[in-house]
Nanobody, 126 residues
Framework: QVRLIESGGGLVQPGGSLRLSCTAI????????LAWHRQAPGKQYELVAN???????HYADSVKGRFTISRDNAKNTVYLQMVSLKPEDTAVYFC????????????????????WGQGTQVTVSS
């Protein structure tokens, strides 16, 4: 079985920076599109950014110019570099993979669709 594990959240002052990481744990895998979503208190989930297997990126208007998504396919990891953070960026950030395929071992060829991490809290406050 494959899991996504996020890390890097925390408390930061307005204008500060954080880098979130999300790694697929469990098997050697191939991952299509990776994304970061967030949910602020009392608000709906918001797509923050995503990145395809070929490196094409997309950002929500609210984070363009401040957040950068990247991935290291050899490490099965996606990153979200956040700078110039604002209080309205406060939320639980979730990593998501649209499709994960096991590429070796006894479960080679198994596919997992819509895999989510457990979330990491980001709080921007003075």
């Amino acid at each position: 079985q494959v899991r996504l594990i996020e890390s890097g959240g925390g408390l930061v002052q307005p204008g500060g920076s954080l880098r979130l990481s999300c790694t697929a744990i469990g098997s050697v895998v191939s991952i299509k599109t990776l994304a970061w979503h967030r949910q602020a208190p009392g608000k709906q989930y918001e797509l923050v950014a995503n990145i395809t297997s070929s490196g094409t990126t997309h950002y929500a208007d609210s984070v363009k110019g401040r957040f950068t998504i990247s991935r290291d396919n050899a490490k099965n990891t996606v990153y979200l570099q956040m700078v110039s953070l604002k209080p309205e960026d406060t939320a639980v950030y979730f990593c998501n993979a649209d499709e994960i395929t096991i590429t070796s071992g006894p479960h080679q060829g198994d596919r997992y669709l819509g895999v989510w991490g457990q979330g990491t809290q980001v709080t921007v406050s003075s």
